[in-house]
């Protein structure tokens, strides 16, 4: 699988293609590319390994862009996708529940 | 005047550009170019004419460089800085507005704590002017020189005791309710 770093120029690439195609929308793609942006250096920053997952999501977005047009996937879906991404990596993960003795009241 | 909007694949291009060519440093163009998105989407959103007209300026002078030769262009480390110096002139006017008021504002919180028991009321007047401060600390970060002067009126009408703690509360949130 590819690094999430080794993606990026081509997700520049759709991003300099979507500014130039939906000409109504620009500040709507801007807007949700610089939550993209700000999603993907939270994977970078978080303390839990979260760059695999974030890969896989962009790899996907990527991959519907090589399909016809109405399975395109949106920025606004990648921004909504990498933010699950990093909020599961937020979460602490399963512990086993404690002993009775060792509980804490 | 050209507008913001038009620069943008322009822009984009040069990001792309860059990603590619400095692939080594993804990292830092990721981090350079989110933060001047960033900036870039906040300025516009404010709508000031004269912000825009800035915004225009220096994203010309960032794709006017990139035309020239190599050790004439400007780095995406220059477009993030000089977008946050345009925020930043912005919010000086913000905070030039409103600094005056928040002496005032403290002294009268002060007051009317020391004017209370501790009671339901003293609870009322902590959460009141909670929220005030939070509400200000929204429009304090918000460079529309408009909405900085409600907030002035609100403050004056507030400090001269012509209207209420529940009404500068009330005032101050629909303030914030039209940017947030």
């Known amino acids: 699988m590819k690094k999430l770093h080794d ?4 997700l520049g690439k759709i ?5 130039e195609r939906f000409e109504i929308t620009r500040m709507d793609i801007l807007m949700d590319y610089a939550r993209v942006f700000d999603k993907l250096l939270d994977v970078l920053a978080s303390p839990y390994p979260a760059e695999e997952e974030a890969s896989k999501v962009i790899e996907e977005f990527l991959t519907s862009r090589q ?13 909504y996708k990498l933010n699950q991404v990093v909020e599961r990596a937020r979460k602490p993960k399963a512990q086993k529940p404690l002993a009775e003795d060792e509980l804490p009241f | 005047m050209e507008k913001f909007e038009d620069l943008l694949p322009e822009l ?7 990603l590619e060519r400095f692939k080594d440093y993804w990292f830092d163009v990721l981090y350079h170019y989110g933060a001047a998105f960033d900036k870039l989407f906040y300025i516009v959103g404010v709508e000031n004419p004269d912000l825009e007209k800035r915004v225009v300026e220096v994203v010309k002078e960032f794709i006017a460089s990139r035309q020239k030769p190599y050790e004439e262009w400007k780095t995406y480390h220059w477009l993030s800085d000089e977008l946050k110096q345009v925020m930043g002139e912005g919010l000086n006017r913000t905070y030039e507005a409103l600094r005056g008021f928040v002496s005032l504002l403290v002294r009268r919180i002060a007051e009317d704590g020391r004017n209370t028991g501790f009671s339901r009321s003293f609870y009322d007047i902590v959460s009141d002017y909670s929220l005030i401060m939070d509400y200000l600390m929204a429009i304090f970060s918000h460079p ?31 303030i914030v309710d039209q940017f947030q």
């Open chain 2, 144 to 174: 529309d020189i408009d909405i900085v002067s409600e907030a002035e009126e609100a403050l004056e009408a507030f400090l001269q005791g012509k209207e209420s703690r529940e009404w500068l509360k009330y005032r101050l949130g629909r």
């Open chain 1, 67 to 79: 399909k016809p047009y109405g399975e395109w996937k949106s920025p606004d879906w990648l921004a």
């Open chain 2, 12 to 18: 984009g291009r040069i990001f792309a550009y860059d």
């Open chain 1, 15 to 19: 991003l300099a293609h979507d500014f």
């Open chain 1, 7 to 10: 993606l990026l120029p081509e």
